[in-house]
C-alpha cells in the first residue's frame, strides 16, 4: 500500500476492513482529505459540485503508484451520490431557471466514473452503488466472477449543502488472493 | 474470458410501462411496434425544447409502483410470504425520489429506499441499491445471476424503477438528448435522440434446482451475462466498439454458446446517431457475420428510456417474447443507415428463437449484455 493516509482513517478504515473481510487483497489505500491543507482541484467539464472532482482525486492518488491490472472494474459507492447536483437541479426545475448542459451527464454518478476509468485505463466493469464500505462486497462478487482482475472501489461520501458535515472519500485497489499488479511507481496510461 | 456457469431460472416478471399497468401490454406494444410517446402532463414542460414523453397517466409513486411489481412478479413465481421472508432484492433506481427537495437529506439514500421497498415486500435478506444510470438493471441481473451461479443465494428479486420526472427531463432536454421529432428511431437513417419513458419491473430469478425443488414455473432462463467498460470517455461510446463486444462474448462464454446460436438481439439502441452506431458496430464485433442476418429491435422506440430500470424493462420484454413465439418491432425506422447495417425488426414478426441477446449501456463507458434462453 502507498502511504499517503490519512487524516480521516475512519472511511479508509472501514473500506479495507470490508475488503479483509471480503478475503481480498489490498493493493493500494488512499483517503481524501490526506490532511488540512488538501484542497480539491477543479475538473474540467464537471460544475458546481465537489462530488466528481471528490472521486477523481482519491482515484489519482490510490493509482499514481500502482499501474491497475487489465480489466479493472470501478465500483463507485456513494451513499447519497452526487447531492449538490441533485439539489442545485431540483432547485433550478422549481424556481424556472436555466438548467446548464454540463448537468446532462453529471446527474448520474457514472459520468465521472467514466472519467476515471478513461484516465487509468480500466476497461472493466462500471458499477456505481448507493453504499458505504459494505458495498464493497459487490467488487468482490465481479472479481470471483471473473469480468475483472481487479478492481478500484471509491467510497464518495459527500456533504449535503448545508450540513455541517465535510466532503471525504476513500478508495484501494483490490485483487483476488493471487498478486496481479506490479509497482510502477509512475502513472498508468 | 469467463467459464462456463450454470443459468439462473425466471420465475416470475412484472412490469409497469406507458403502454400499460402490467407485462403483457408492455408485450402487445412491443410486438406491434406501437409507440406510446405523447406531450407530457404529469408535470409543466412549457419553455423546454421538446415536450414529449411515455408516461403512464396521472402521478404514479415510485415507491408504491415497485411495492406493486415485487408482489406480482412473487405471485407470478408461486412465492408465498414465508418463502419470501430471505430472498435478496437489487433494486435499480436514480436516488431516494424524495432526497433532492428534502431538508434533512442525509437518511434519504437509495440504500434506504431499498430497504424501505424490501421491508414492505417482505424480504428480509440483503438489499442493494444500483444507481449506474441506463446499465442499473441490467447490472443487478448479471449480479443476481453470478450469486446463484457461484452459491450466493438460491433465489434473487431485480427490480427497477423509473417514473418520468421534471428534473431528468429538464437535464435531457438541456443536453439536447431528446428527440425533437416526438419518435424514437433506433438505427435508422434521420435518428434524431432519446424520449424519456416509465420503466417500473420486477424479476424473481432462482437457481435451476431451485426452482425444480418447489416446481416453479420457469418462463426462460438468463443463460449468460457479461459487463465491461470503455475505458474512453464521461459520454461518449467508444467508435472501435471493442467493449461492448467485450461483454457480449463474455455473455456467449457463460451460457457456452457461439454466436450463431443468438437469434435475437434486444438492442441498447438509444435512437441517437453515435451511440447506436457504436452498438452495430460492437454487433459486428462480437458476433461476425451473424450481426447482419439476426433481427435485432430496440423497444425503446416504444416504451422509451427508462434509465436506470431499462435493463429489466427490456429483460421481461425479452423474456416474454421468446414465450410469445414474436419479434419486438423497432418502431420509428425510416430508412437504413449504413453505419448500422443490421437485419432491423420493422414489421411484426413470427419466430422462436432459443437464445437473444438484451443489450444495455450507459454514461461512463458502461457496456452489458444478458443472454436469454427460451424455456
Known amino acids: ?189 | 474470458m469467463p467459464d462456463a456457469r450454470p443459468p439462473a431460472a425466471v420465475t416470475g416478471v412484472a412490469a409497469v410501462s406507458a403502454l400499460g399497468p402490467d407485462a403483457e401490454t408492455l408485450l402487445a406494444g412491443a410486438l406491434a411496434g406501437t409507440p406510446a410517446f405523447a406531450p407530457v402532463r404529469r408535470f409543466d414542460v412549457a419553455g423546454r425544447r421538446v415536450q414529449v414523453a411515455a408516461t403512464a397517466p396521472g402521478h404514479p409513486d415510485l415507491a408504491g409502483e415497485l411495492a406493486g411489481v415485487v408482489d406480482r412478479a412473487c405471485a407470478a413465481a408461486g412465492l408465498d410470504a414465508d418463502a419470501r421472508r430471505d430472498i435478496p432484492l437489487l433494486l435499480a433506481v436514480h436516488a431516494h425520489p424524495a432526497m433532492a427537495r428534502a431538508g434533512d437529506r442525509a437518511p434519504l439514500t437509495a440504500a434506504a429506499f431499498a430497504h424501505a421497498l424490501a421491508v414492505r415486500c417482505g424480504l428480509a435478506g440483503i438489499t442493494r441499491a444500483y444507481t449506474s444510470a441506463c446499465v442499473a438493471a441490467s447490472t443487478a441481473v448479471a449480479d443476481a445471476a453470478a450469486m446463484l451461479a457461484l452459491g450466493h443465494a438460491d433465489r434473487v428479486i431485480v427490480a427497477g424503477g423509473y417514473l418520468v420526472d421534471p428534473d431528468q427531463f429538464a437535464v435531457f432536454d438541456a443536453g439536447r438528448a431528446l428527440a425533437r421529432d416526438g419518435q424514437v428511431r433506433p438505427f435508422s437513417a434521420g435518428r434524431g435522440g432519446i424520449l424519456l419513458g416509465d420503466g417500473v419491473a420486477a424479476v424473481v430469478l432462482e437457481t435451476p434446482a431451485a426452482a425444480a425443488r418447489r416446481a416453479a414455473p420457469v418462463l426462460a432462463h438468463v443463460a449468460g451475462w457479461g459487463r465491461a467498460g470503455d475505458a474512453f470517455h464521461v459520454c461518449q461510446p467508444r467508435p472501435d466498439a471493442a467493449v461492448p463486444a467485450r461483454a457480449i462474448a463474455a455473455a456467449l462464454a457463460r451460457a457456452g454458446v457461439d454466436a450463431g446460436a443468438v437469434g435475437y438481439v434486444n438492442a441498447h439502441g438509444s435512437g441517437t446517431a453515435a451511440s447506436d452506431a457504436a452498438e452495430a458496430a460492437a454487433l459486428r464485433a462480437a458476433l461476425g457475420d451473424v450481426a447482419a442476418t439476426v433481427p435485432v429491435s430496440s423497444t425503446k422506440s416504444v416504451h422509451g428510456q427508462a434509465l436506470e430500470a431499462s435493463g429489466l424493462l427490456e429483460l421481461v420484454v425479452t423474456v416474454l417474447a421468446l414465450r410469445a413465439g414474436a419479434l419486438p418491432v423497432n418502431a420509428g425506422y425510416r430508412d437504413r443507415d449504413p453505419d448500422c447495417p443490421l437485419n432491423v425488426v420493422t414489421e411484426p414478426r413470427a419466430a422462436r428463437p432459443d437464445y437473444a441477446l438484451s443489450l444495455n449501456s450507459a454514461f461512463g463507458g458502461a457496456n452489458t449484455a444478458l443472454l436469454v434462453r427460451a424455456a
Open chain 1, 1 to 189: 500500500m502507498n502511504a499517503t493516509l490519512t487524516r480521516d482513517a475512519g472511511l479508509l478504515g472501514g473500506l479495507i476492513a470490508a475488503a479483509h473481510e471480503a478475503g481480498l487483497t489490498v493493493r493500494s489505500a488512499a483517503a481524501w482529505p490526506a490532511g488540512p491543507d488538501d484542497a480539491l482541484p477543479s475538473l474540467p467539464g464537471f460544475v458546481d459540485s465537489t462530488f466528481s472532482p471528490l472521486v477523481a482525486a482519491v482515484a489519482a492518488r490510490c493509482l499514481s503508484h500502482r499501474e491497475p491490472a487489465d480489466p479493472t472494474a470501478l465500483v463507485l459507492l456513494s451513499p447519497l451520490g452526487d447531492v449538490a447536483t441533485a439539489v442545485h437541479l431540483a432547485h433550478a426545475v422549481d424556481h424556472g431557471e436555466r438548467v446548464g448542459p454540463l448537468l446532462f451527464f453529471q446527474s448520474v454518478p457514472n459520468a465521472v466514473a467514466g472519467h476515471v476509468a478513461a484516465r487509468w485505463g480500466l476497461r472493466g466493469p462500471v458499477v456505481c452503488l448507493s453504499a458505504d464500505a459494505s458495498g464493497l462486497a459487490a467488487a468482490a462478487l465481479l472479481l470471483a466472477d471473473g469480468d475483472a482482475d481487479a478492481a478500484l472501489v471509491i467510497v464518495a461520501d459527500q456533504a449535503p449543502p448545508g450540513s455541517a458535515a465535510t466532503d471525504r472519500a476513500a478508495a484501494v485497489l483490490v485483487t483476488a488472493v493471487t498478486p496481479v499488479t506490479a509497482v510502477t511507481g509512475g502513472k498508468a496510461s
